[in-house]
């Protein structure tokens, strides 16, 4: 059995033998020929590229930036869509109501579907796991548990498409709690309640549950599919990108503003763990200088509505003691 942790900003993938599970390395195929070195669409590495001009290290543990195509999955084009857009280095087409992303294929623009870029990756998987598995793999993933309907269609038909023998999808809270019971089995004797909150690159989810041993209950879960780390992040981009605006009397280019966006996540990264300590941005921006004021300031919308669906969540499951 394989475990897929499907995430906007990172995928990977994990084996599951005789109760130990173990990383699976994601490569490009050693095959003398790839069927897919022409396609717009494919995997180098750990890096999933769209045309020539778009690219991003989706299996690499390092990238913390959400990727925009994944990030579309499941949705309709709405203000969420072009907001969220704004700040990516690609455009983001309406067409019919749905996004498409903009590459460019020897010059020429090209539109691809999001769930074209889920697919590949997926079928790269199923190819990283047939190689090691000794039958057909069967496969769990693990998705954003304020993911709707829609976006669970969408995965399970790239999935489908790759030729993945899917068993179930989990929520990545669920997930969590799994694994914190089989690492430490000894805290779960009595019964416990706990709140488990999964803020990724691009979405949020908070679930309650009830866990008696191995016995585990999802209670309650909330959460945002349409926002999450990212956007904490672009809005303190937004923030630079107009004070440079300001200060130089110019405006920047779409490929500087996602600059600006990879900038002030490292700087935000820096800051987590040590929020009164403060980080200034690279040349040629390091007047520039990111606090955590800076940063609750500049969310302080999204904080706010964290609390509320910490709330919520707390009161749907009927919890009255301090969870943990």
Same mark, same amino acid.
């Given at each position: ?210 866990? $008696?041993?191995? *016995?585990?209950? @999802? =209670? ?8 999450? +780390?990212?956007?904490?992040? &672009? /809005? ?19 490929? $500087?503003?996602? *600059?600006?966006? @990879? =900038? ?8 987590? +763990?040590?929020?009164?300590? &403060? /980080? ?45």
């Amino acid at each position: 059995m394989f475990g897929v942790d499907l995430g906007t900003s990172y995928v990977r993938m994990a084996e599951y033998t005789n109760n130990t599970p173990g990383p699976v390395t994601v490569k490009i195929t050693e095959d003398p020929v790839d069927e897919e070195d022409n396609a717009v669409v494919r995997v180098r590495g750990q890096e999933v590229l769209i045309g020539d001009n778009i690219t991003c290290p989706i299996f690499s543990e390092k990238n913390t930036i959400a990727f925009g195509p994944l990030c579309l999955i499941g949705r309709k084009y709405d203000a969420s869509v072009a907001t969220a857009s704004k700040n990516w280095p690609f455009p983001v087409i309406n067409c019919n109501g749905y996004p498409l992303i903009q590459c460019l294929v020897n010059g020429v623009a090209v539109y691809v579907e999001p769930q074209a870029v889920l697919y590949t990756i997926f079928k790269k998987l199923k190819r990283a796991a047939s190689k090691k598995a000794k039958s057909e793999p069967g496969f769990v993933i693990a998705i954003p548990g304020s993911y709707t309907y829609a976006h669970k269609r969408v995965i399970l038909k790239a999935a489908e498409d790759a030729k993945m023998v899917v068993e179930y999808l989990v929520n990545h809270t669920t997930a969590a709690a799994i694994r914190r019971i089989i690492t430490y089995p000894h805290l779960f004797e009595d019964k416990e309640q706990l709140i488990a909150i999964d803020l990724g690159a691009g979405s949020l989810t908070i679930s309650a549950m009830n866990i $008696v041993k191995t *016995h585990l209950k @999802v =209670l309650s879960t909330v959460g945002e599919s349409y926002w999450g +780390g990212s956007d904490i992040t &672009n /809005s303190v981009a937004n923030f630079i990108f107009e004070l440079h605006k300001k200060t130089t009397f110019r405006n920047s280019s779409e490929e $500087v503003v996602g *600059h600006i966006a @990879v =900038l002030c996540e490292e700087a935000k990264q820096k800051l987590i +763990g040590n929020v009164e300590s &403060n /980080s200034n941005l690279a040349s040629p921006y390091n007047a520039c200088k990111i606090t955590w004021g800076m940063i609750e300031l500049a969310n302080e919308n999204r904080f706010k509505n964290i609390v509320n669906l910490l709330k919520k969540c707390v009161k749907e499951a009927k919890i009255k003691s301090s969870p943990k």
